[in-house]
């Protein structure tokens, strides 16, 4: 991963990538700026990831923002690291996995015997 790409955390849920682009720009040259946002909500969830055009402008936004107060919050800006892998999530919203005949609403049922 390039020492010129940052991570920055613990961002106001208001803040946008424009905000971003212009506050960083003070340290250098921003190449891109990413905010997360929620794939359920579009809401911005917290974090971002700004590149500049160098490390050492880079490395001057660390020193320059780094537990800085920024549209009220105080951020985290440290070097991005690669993403760690995690465990394949299985299944879905139901406890996932395995499926059970009882929730299986198929065409091939026995025929109910009829109540007197």
Avoid: W
């Avoid at 613990?10 to 794939?39: I, P, R």
């Avoid at 690291?81 to 299986?104: I, K, M, T, V």
Wanted: aromatic letters at 10%; one cysteine or more; hydrophobic letters at 30%.
């Amino acid at each position: 991963m390039s020492q010129a790409r940052l991570f920055v955390g613990n961002l106001s849920y208001q803040t946008g990538e424009n905000d971003l682009q212009d506050y960083f720009a003070q340290a250098g040259a921003v190449t891109s700026c990413n905010l997360m946002m929620d794939k359920m909500t579009g809401r911005s969830r917290g974090f971002a990831f700004v590149e500049f055009a160098s490390p050492e402008e880079a490395q001057k936004a660390i020193e320059q923002f780094h537990d800085k107060d920024f549209q009220g919050r105080k951020i985290t800006v440290n070097v991005a690291r690669p993403r760690e892998e995690r465990p394949q999530r299985s299944g879905g919203g139901y406890g996932g996995g395995e499926r059970r005949e009882r929730f299986d609403r198929g065409g091939d049922r026995p025929e109910r015997r009829e109540r007197y």
